[in-house]
């Protein structure tokens, strides 16, 4: 039996400890074969293990062991060479390959732990974004009750409700015990309870506003911790343990002011109401970050949400007020109207009243004059005739008031002889004053020019009055007529400052006084006295009549022509006087000589004045037809006659310069032939000048001559002065309105 | 007569002719009218005048013998009398006339008759003073003397 190659091993096989070195080898191969079937297994389980190979690798490596541990199991017996051979086989291999595993191992197990540090680094970073999810969702919590607290405080516009609203969600998202709003009272010394969540009808609590909890929470637009303790906290009853955490946020109270056009509200506003929120007590619950934050994202849309509420309400009772406003302008205009219409009514009656009568003085003085007189009857009768036709202009500017205040009235400018007009003043007053015994002096200036440029009608009328009431308001005594140049020194009265005439070349001033011995005025009645329709109130004037019209008419006059009209009077009983200023023009040298005021000298048979003029007579009435041609032709004048209309419309051509008709003869037309003339004639330089001959001149006969475009009319009979006169006048001015 | 008897004559007479109101202003107009050009106006002029107011008067004649008056027409005659006897200064034919035209106007016939026959005295009593004054001028005239003014 040796030449077995059989290994005999060191130990008997009965050894104890041989068994248990079998067993163990045993269960290490088992082992060892188990661990890579476990490894395959859950690799193939999980889908991104990186390191297969590694475990391949490593698998290798431990089947390897396992199988010389198998092996070895062998080896307890006797054994062949065989086996000796795979076992040492296994061995060496084994040997080899865990070798590679070590080796490949320093290599792999920093990578392997770098996984676990990642994956650490990934838990982290999973916990971060979970705490930040967390708060996320806390925040859009938070928005979505602002939202949702903003919507429905901004759901309406009435300050109470949006406060109380603000209280209940505020306490409903936050679930408070309690909720309060503190307003400043309206002397903003004191802070008082407005609005409360839980309690119905809060008390009117005050408490001051410069407690020093209370400027803290104030200077701060955060939302502050404050004592449960301090007064403003202290509204609820007593709680149990304790009570809950108390903040207070102020709210801004915006007014309209504080919203400048492109400034964000200023917060200098000093006005702040405070709000004060509870938690509930015992419940050991904190203000939390985002709690408070809410709280003063709240506060501040109240403060806009109140803020439009109130300039809503301004608004709104600007509004009223306007509307309140509207309707009393309404009323006053409508007054006005009622006023004016009033005014007008009356103006219009008065004039009807008053023309009527004057109707009938004017044309039964023209008749009268027409009557068998005696000079001196003549002489009253052509008074009284120009003292009619004066007021009958003087109605006509009555109802002419109107126009004079809209200021659309002008003055008829033309030269006039100024000592004329005073003279016709004085002859016109002289019969009233004698009969009531007053005498009445005229003294014109040297220096006075004799003619003058300006309102002829007017300048008389403003005279007349004011003479006129020198002599009503005086019983006795005298009135003295003084006029003169004004000098520049004299012009500025200090007792007319506001009136600043400026001489010039082509003007003067005409200063005029009046004074009178009468019953004089009271120094405060003196700025009434040129307001229309106003009286002096004192008894003696009471009967003295007259419409209180003519001074305010006077003084619009005399500022149309710029000039300044004042009272003087010491006082009553003391007389006064009335002086007036205005300004005239002075008529340039070369004017003079053809003014038709000539001295009253009749110059017969004078040169002939009017060489050739070519002129058409018509005139039905052939006696009156050939005296009319004989005044022309004595004057030098082409004479051409026509006895009817036809026939003068037939001969009447553009060489004629001057057309008489006669038109007071009833059924001929003399107004007809006129427009016929007006329209046959379309340039003014080639229309001959229509003069009327007519019997009457009544208002009717000269409107009518005025409306169908007549130039003029003269009252028949006729003389050779007036004839040449109102020929000269019309070829100069191509105009004349009227030769008595 | 001498020549200035009848100068002095005629001024007379002239003057008691206004002074009784037969003529008025208006003639004296005519009268200086009259001059070389024309040297016979005023005779030309009253002419005129007598044969127009003769056919106006008896115009009214006719008219107021008519059954049914035609006052208009009678006024218009009247106002033609009116205007011509106005123009030489026949002042109390005028005068008349005036009055004429009112009763025409309140159409009063009795009145309106009464006025021809004044009117009509009147204008004779005129035209026999013209034609004695035109006389007196012409002895002057072919007496070789100047008319006095």
């Known amino acids: ?740 | 007569m001498d020549l200035v008897q009848l100068q002095r004559q005629f001024v007379d007479y002239r003057t008691s002719l206004y002074h009784e109101g037969f003529l008025d202003e208006q003639f004296t107009q005519l009268q200086e009218l009259q001059d070389e050009n024309n040297p016979d106006f005023v005779v030309e002029v009253v002419s005129l005048f007598f044969e127009d107011s003769e056919r106006l008067l008896n115009e009214l004649a006719r008219a107021l013998e008519q059954q049914s008056i035609d006052y208009k027409r009678i006024d218009a005659h009247v106002h033609q009398l009116k205007g011509s006897s106005s123009s030489i200064g026949a002042q109390r034919v005028q005068k008349v006339c005036i009055a004429f035209r009112n009763y025409c106007e309140e159409q009063n016939v009795e009145g309106c008759l009464k006025c021809l026959q004044q009117v009509r005295h009147e204008y004779s009593l005129v035209k026999t003073k013209l034609e004695s004054l035109f006389q007196l001028e012409q002895q002057i005239l072919t007496a070789g003397g100047s008319i006095p003014m």
């Open chain 1, 1 to 740: 039996m040796d030449s077995c190659n059989c290994i005999e091993p060191q130990w008997p096989p009965d050894d104890l400890l041989m068994k248990y070195q079998y067993i163990s080898d045993f269960f290490i191969a088992l082992a060892y074969f188990s661990i890579p079937l476990e490894l395959i297994y859950f690799v193939k389980k999980s889908a991104v293990f990186p390191y297969r190979w590694v475990l391949v690798q490593f698998g290798a490596f431990i089947v390897l062991c396992g199988a010389t541990h198998l092996i070895n199991l062998w080896t307890f017996t006797m054994h062949t060479r065989t086996v000796a051979m795979v076992m040492t086989t296994a061995k060496v291999f084994t040997a080899v390959v865990s070798c590679a595993t070590a080796l490949m191992l320093v290599h792999i197990i920093p990578d392997l732990l770098s996984v676990k540090t990642r994956e650490l680094f990934l838990k982290n970073k999973a916990a971060e974004l979970d705490r930040e999810m967390g708060l996320i969702r806390t925040q859009e919590e938070t928005g979505r009750h602002v939202r949702m607290l903003t919507h429905e405080i901004r759901s309406t516009l009435d300050r109470h409700t949006i406060l109380k609203t603000t209280l209940v969600e505020l306490g409903r998202t936050l679930a408070l015990e309690e909720c309060a709003l503190w307003m400043p009272t309206r002397t903003g010394l004191e802070l008082q309870l407005s609005y409360t969540l839980r309690q119905q009808n809060p008390v009117g609590y005050t408490v001051p506003i410069h407690l020093p909890v209370i400027n803290q929470v104030f200077s701060s637009s955060h939302a502050v911790k404050i004592s449960p303790k301090c007064p403003v906290a202290r509204i609820r009853p007593a709680g149990k343990y304790m009570p809950g955490e108390v903040v207070a946020v102020r709210v801004p109270l915006l007014h309209l002011s504080n919203f400048q056009i492109n400034d964000w509200p200023e917060l200098s506003t000093k006005q702040y109401a405070l709000m004060v929120l509870m938690l509930p007590s015992d419940s050991a619950r904190q203000w939390h970050v985002h709690e408070l934050e809410l709280v003063e994202v709240v506060a501040d849309q109240v403060a806009v949400a109140l803020s439009h509420a109130a300039i809503l309400e301004e608004s709104m009772r600007a509004r009223d007020l306007l509307m309140e406003q509207n309707v009393a302008l309404d009323l006053a205009r409508r007054e006005a109207e009622t006023a004016i219409r009033a005014r007008n009514d009356f103006l219009a009656v008065m004039n009807h009243e008053m023309r009527t009568p004057m109707h009938a003085i004017i044309a039964l003085s023209s008749l009268l004059q027409e009557t068998e007189l005696t000079p001196e009857q003549r002489l009253m009768v052509e008074t009284i005739l120009k003292s009619s036709n004066l007021l009958s202009t003087l109605i006509n500017d009555v109802l002419d008031l109107s126009r004079l205040e809209d200021g659309s009235l002008q003055l008829d400018l033309g030269t006039f002889n100024l000592f004329a007009v005073f003279r016709e003043v004085l002859n016109l007053i002289k019969p009233i004053a004698s009969v009531k015994k007053l005498h009445v002096s005229l003294n014109l200036a040297p220096d006075l020019p004799e003619y003058a440029i300006g309102d002829e009608k007017r300048l008389m009328q403003t005279i007349l009055n004011v003479v006129g009431n020198a002599v009503k308001f005086s019983k006795e005594g005298s009135i003295s007529i003084t006029a003169f140049v004004a000098k520049s020194e004299l012009l500025r009265d200090s007792r007319t400052p506001e009136f600043f005439p400026v001489p010039s070349d082509n003007h003067f001033y005409l200063r005029v006084q009046v004074k009178d011995s009468g019953v004089g005025i009271s120094p405060q009645d003196i700025p009434k006295l040129f307001t229309k329709f106003a009286q002096t109130q004192s008894t003696a004037t009471r009967n003295s009549g007259g419409s209180g019209l003519g001074l305010a008419i006077c003084k619009r006059f005399v500022n149309l022509m710029e000039g300044h009209i004042w009272i003087e009077s010491e006082g009553l009983g003391k007389g006064c006087t009335a002086i007036f200023m205005v300004k005239l023009g002075i008529p340039e040298r070369s004017n003079e000589p053809k003014l038709p005021f000539m001295p009253k000298v009749p110059t017969n048979h004078g040169p002939t004045a009017f060489p050739g003029l070519k002129v058409l007579v018509m005139d039905e009435n052939g006696v009156s037809r050939m005296v009319t041609k004989g005044l022309l032709v004595h004057l030098g004048c082409d004479v051409t006659m026509v006895s009817s209309s036809e026939e003068c419309l037939r001969v009447v051509s553009h060489e004629h310069k001057v057309v008489f008709m006669d038109v007071c003869v009833p059924g001929m037309d003399g107004y007809e032939v006129a427009i016929r003339i007006n329209e046959k004639f379309t340039k003014r330089h080639e229309r001959p000048v229509i003069v009327a001959l007519t019997g009457n001149t009544d208002k009717v006969t000269k409107e009518n001559c005025m409306r169908v475009g007549m130039d003029g009319i003269i009252l028949k009979p006729v003389s050779l002065d007036k004839m040449r006169s109102v020929l000269s006048d019309l070829l100069e001015h191509r105009v004349l309105f009227e030769a008595i």
